[in-house]
Structure formats: structure tokens, C-alpha cells
């Protein structure tokens, strides 16, 4: 098992039972809810096959669905985020070469490329849960409201989580 693998397993470990136990139960104004778990789908590495981060996406779907007892709804969401991953990354950064088995991170990346990336894929992740779930109920304004609030909501605890991710991996001199 590599570096990235393990990190990558310790990350899930630690953050699907968050999502389950404490970030579901942390909703602002009844309206916006945090999906800190697709922090990992979010810094899978980029020369992933689409296949192998589609099965890591479904499998953490898998998992925050069983904990959270909501049937299928985040399985799906996860499936198709990290399906879109790749796309959506190469519209901030135009080529993979540089960042051979490295995972996007405030510390791989520029700055601002990774902020834009990570805030697309947090609204697109927000729109597909909420889509999904607007099938039972529907009011529009409520919909809007609940993708906007959980995507700034998610995309804040998703910069804390890079910027405690990228000070653990510096270089101490």
C-alpha cells in the first residue's frame, strides 16, 4: 500500500464518521448542511482512472449512507462528483504532467486554481444532493437557498481541512 493510499484510507476513516456523528448534526439556519467527507474525493490524485475514482466515490457514498440512513442518496451524488473530478479540474489547471501522482492541495497547486476547483466541486456535489432530495418536497426558492448555504458552508470547512492538510506536510527545517 502506497503513501497516497494510506493517507487516503486514514482520511475516510476519520471523515465518514465525522459526516455521520457530527457534520449532519452541524445545519445552519436550517438550511445549510457541510459535506466535509468529499474533501477526499476532492484531492484523489488526478491520474486516477475514472473508474477507480468513481469505485472510491461509490464506496464513500456507500458508507456515509449507511451511517447517516439515507438509502442511495449520497452514493449517487459521490459516483457522479468523482466521475466530473477530472473535467472539472482541467478547467483550472490545463495539463496533469506536473502533478504526476501528486493530489491537488493548496501545496500541488496554485493557490487560487485550487480554491476555484475545490468551490466548483462543492457546489456541483450540493446541487446533485439536493437535486436528488428535491424529490420528495419541492420549493424552489428553499432549494436554491440550501445549494448556495451548503456550498459556501461545505467550501469553508473544505479550505480548513487543506490548510490543516498542507501545514502537516511541510518541510521542517
Known amino acids: 500500500m502506497n503513501k497516497t493510499s494510506l493517507s487516503l484510507l486514514i482520511a475516510a476513516l476519520i471523515l465518514v464518521p465525522a459526516q455521520a456523528v457530527f457534520f449532519n448534526h452541524l445545519v445552519l439556519f436550517n438550511v445549510a448542511v457541510p459535506m466535509a467527507f468529499i474533501f477526499i474525493i476532492i484531492t484523489l490524485p488526478v491520474t486516477y482512472s475514472a473508474n477507480l475514482a468513481m469505485t472510491i466515490g461509490f464506496a464513500l457514498g456507500v458508507a456515509v449512507d449507511t451511517l447517516s440512513d439515507t438509502p442511495g442518496v449520497n452514493a449517487l451524488a ?6 466530473a473530478r477530472r473535467p472539472l479540474f482541467h478547467l483550472y489547471v490545463p495539463t496533469d504532467n506536473d502533478l504526476a501522482e501528486q ?3 493548496l501545496r500541488t497547486m496554485d493557490t487560487a486554481s485550487f480554491l476555484k476547483y475545490a468551490l466548483t466541486m462543492c457546489v456541483v456535489y450540493c446541487l446533485m444532493i439536493f437535486t436528488i432530495e428535491a ?10 437557498l440550501r445549494i448556495v448555504a451548503s456550498s459556501i458552508f461545505t467550501f469553508i470547512i473544505i479550505y480548513a481541512l487543506a490548510c490543516i492538510n498542507g501545514a502537516s506536510h511541510e518541510k521542517r527545517l
Do not use: K, M, V
Open 78 to 83: 459521490c459516483t457522479l462528483l468523482a466521475f
Open 135 to 144: 424529490f420528495q418536497i419541492f420549493n424552489f426558492w428553499i432549494f436554491l
Open 103 to 105: 493530489r491537488p492541495s
